[in-house]
């Protein structure tokens, strides 16, 4: 059949969060796919961004692992059967467990696999005998998570983008660039919401593509507070402790809702004790911001109709990244902005399945729902259906996994992950898993992670395989593939349906992932109403209880999905970063993602479109700090932490503040990752990403043409 007599197939974009369809065209040889728009789209509506248009660029990559490959005695990687493979896996999963126990082995769940397939993984480490699983969110958004469900009932975002950009005037966005890394959301929903009237109030060290895409910079409808890395906590205790001065002094002027509060809220008093002795000026004065400027985007929140929150991972990636999301959260519980279009505190996810894969249960503490597996009755009756006991004590999260590993961690299963890229202070987790006794990597490329790997096994690509993904406002959408490019790969969940059947025999064997899916919907509650024909290619919202729901575009109209059905409110105090700049690491390094590039960079940097817009990473040097070091624009320079080095471009620009440095973890040549901090959050164990000590060093040679291998593919 000819390309012109073949329908192009209707997906959803591997990138971002936002959940974009687009249609990939089959050609007439395997690979020859193109990309194509989807121009009534559900979400947004034919437009797409540089990444989606370039998606297909890599789906038929010459470096596409494309036979199974295991490590001889040499060290060496050589070509396999899928058979001897499999054997491979199962004989050394069973060791390890017979061995050591089934928690001396970890799983890595991706966000870039679908619903399905993180469902079968999460299954089969329980099915093994422990919760050691684990997704990228942990990287990204796991304080947000912990913190929304703790205090409102779900890990997400709590109103839909099309209801924000209908009903909200005010746009409190707070660690998050969604000009940058959302640009579809930024342009399709963000903006309109602008062009209407809305107001934007952007919190974030780093001037950046979000506020300059409304173009209202210059009007009164705009405030970027530029505040120190980690100073979160203190701003949004001087905006929150502006509200309670106005009300005790205006009691009648509504800055609190005082009667969403009283019938809606708890803990109100504890947040006014922690405020009490509460130094404003101080506190702007740490912050960077001038207090006046703060004050006036508390008003703005404040006496807004409709507010809405938004928060990225310059909230959630710190070590105090709950309590960060935390003070979010008091914020828009005082002044009654849940439970209604327009409203709520919105995380806007990285990946275009970090919110599935959560929602299915590929996390160490939760099974499918975001049922605990420490609950008796929550986990006995997903045990009806599985047919088998799972363990009841949470297990290890990824970081914890890795800095296990060669410790009482002996094994890792890791599907469409890079921790050698991802996870900070790299270097140590490359050294950690060298030192593992098995590791398999099931992928589309030859990962950094790949290299320790004892088995390599060869995915197919999301433009080959159907399933679901579900984007940042919790809609879950159908993807559907092309069919495969090379033969002797496999889709993700056919190699965790064969390893899991040769492993127990029952409780595998599925056909196809719409079989995974009416499983799936047996033990999680908010998909239980979800089926392949209702979600066509609308989608549905989640919480989706029965069939026939249409899903909630926002959530807590009535109630909120605590024990008590009250939103929690709880005063936080300001907990500095780990590292602090000194006399020897006199700069603060933080990092963000880019428009053109993504993660790890295993895709993108593989995209020729992406690498002619930024070929190799570079840093952000404010003008002061540049004549401090005799730092020329385009210089390359090297940047050390505590625990690396990278050497990279220097860009010299007020975007950044005077003593803190801005980089990217996309390029492995030159990988912020090297040099960020471990240092976890004691509650959701997240990574803090976002501040670290750093110092700079000039005269140094550049790396060539390109930082990054692939960049020249």
Same mark, same amino acid.
């Given at each position: 059949m000819s390309s012109d007599q073949q329908e192009p197939v209707k997906t959803i974009c591997p990138y971002c969060g936002v959940g974009c369809g687009i249609k990939v065209q089959p050609g007439d040889e395997p690979g020859d796919v193109q990309f194509m728009p989807w121009g009534d789209a559900p979400? *947004?509506?034919?437009?797409?961004?540089?990444?989606? &248009? !370039? +998606? @297909?660029? /890599?789906? =038929?990559?010459? =470096?596409?692992?494309?036979d199974p490959l295991i490590r001889d005695d040499d060290g060496d990687l050589r070509e396999a059967s899928w058979d001897e493979a499999y054997e491979y896996i199962v004989d050394e999963l069973e060791r390890i467990r017979d061995e050591h126990g089934p928690d001396a082995m970890g799983f890595f769940g991706s966000s870039k696999t679908m619903n399905e397939e993180n469902y079968l993984l999460q299954k089969l480490a329980r099915r093994y005998g422990t919760n050691n699983v684990d997704n990228c969110t942990r990287m990204c958004? !796991? #304080? @947000? /998570? $912990? !913190? %929304?469900?703790? #205090? %409102? &009932? +779900?890990? +997400?975002?709590? *109103? #839909?983008?099309? =209801? %924000?950009?209908?009903? !909200?005037?005010?746009? $409190?966005?707070? &660690? +998050? *660039?969604?000009?940058?890394?959302h640009p579809i959301a930024n342009s399709q929903y963000f903006r309109q919401a602008v062009l209407d009237g809305a107001t934007v109030i952007q919190v974030d060290p780093h001037a950046n593509k979000t506020t300059r895409s409304f173009q209202i910079d210059d009007t009164d409808r705009h405030q970027h507070l530029q505040l120190n890395p980690g100073t979160d906590i203190p701003l949004l205790n001087i905006v929150l402790k502006t509200i309670l001065e106005h009300h005790a002094e205006h009691p009648d002027d509504g800055w609190i809702d005082e009667e969403f509060v009283e019938e809606r809220t708890e803990g109100f008093d504890h947040l006014k004790e922690t405020l009490e002795d509460f130094d404003k000026e101080a506190a702007a004065e740490e912050c960077g911001v001038p207090l006046e400027d703060i004050e006036l985007a508390a008003e703005k929140y404040a006496t807004a109709d409709n507010a809405a929150i938004f928060t990225g991972m310059g909230m959630s990636q710190h070590a105090c990244g709950v309590d960060n999301v935390q003070n979010e959260i008091n914020l828009a519980l005082i002044t009654g902005n849940l439970g209604r279009p327009g409203t709520g505190v919105n995380p806007l996810r990285g990946q275009n399945n970090v919110q599935g894969t959560c929602d299915v249960g590929a996390m160490p503490n939760v099974l499918p729902g975001y049922q605990l597996v420490d609950d008796d009755e929550a986990r006995e009756s997903v045990e009806d259906v599985w047919g088998f006991e799972i363990p009841d004590e949470p297990g290890l999260t990824n970081v914890e996994i890795s800095y296990e590993a060669g410790d009482s961690i002996k094994g890792l299963y890791v599907m469409g992950e890079n921790p050698v890229m991802s996870e900070p202070d790299a270097n140590s987790v490359a050294e950690r898993l060298a030192d593992l006794e098995f590791m398999v990597v099931q992928d589309i490329f030859p990962t950094e992670t790949a290299e320790y790997a004892d088995v390599i096994l060869p995915a197919t690509t999301w433009a080959e395989r159907g399933g679901t993904v579900t984007n940042t406002d919790r809609r879950v959408q159908r993807m559907r593939g092309v069919g495969k490019v090379h033969e002797n790969t496999n889709h993700d969940r056919e190699i965790l349906t064969e390893v899991g059947t040769r492993l127990f025999e029952e409780g595998f064997d599925f056909e196809n992932p719409e079989e995974i899916f009416e499983e799936l919907r047996q033990v999680c509650p908010s998909y239980h109403g979800m089926t392949y024909d209702l979600l066509g290619e609308e989608g549905l919202h989640w919480p989706c209880y029965e069939p026939g729901d249409e899903g909630d575009p926002f959530l807590y109209e009535d109630e909120f999905e605590t024990e008590s059905g009250r939103g929690h409110i709880e005063g936080v105090e300001h907990t500095p970063p780990a590292e602090t700049p000194d006399d020897e690491y006199p700069l603060i390094l933080t990092t963000a993602r880019l428009e053109e590039h993504y993660n790890t960079g295993t895709m993108s940097t593989r995209s020729p479109t992406l690498n002619r817009q930024t070929p190799e990473n570079f840093v952000d040097v404010h003008p002061a700090d540049a004549e401090r070091y005799g730092i020329e624009d385009g210089e390359y320079v090297k940047l050390h932490s505590r625990r690396g080095e990278i050497t990279l471009e220097a860009h010299v620009t007020e975007d950044t503040k005077e003593g803190v440095v801005w980089t990217t973890p996309h390029f492995a040549a030159a990988s912020a990752n090297k040099l960020t901090n471990h240092v976890l959050d004691e509650r959701a164990k997240i990574p803090e990403y976002k501040a670290a000590a750093a110092e700079i060093e000039v005269d140094v040679e550049p790396l060539g043409e390109t930082a990054d291998p692939a960049a020249d593919d």
């Open positions: 979400v *947004n509506e034919g437009r797409i961004c540089i990444k989606g &248009g !370039a +998606a @297909t660029e /890599v789906v =038929d990559h010459e =470096d596409r692992l494309t958004h !796991a #304080s @947000t /998570v $912990w !913190a %929304l469900r703790t #205090s %409102l &009932g +779900a890990g +997400a975002m709590t *109103n #839909s983008m099309r =209801d %924000l950009r209908e009903e !909200a005037d005010v746009f $409190w966005i707070q &660690g +998050a *660039n969604p000009g940058e890394q």
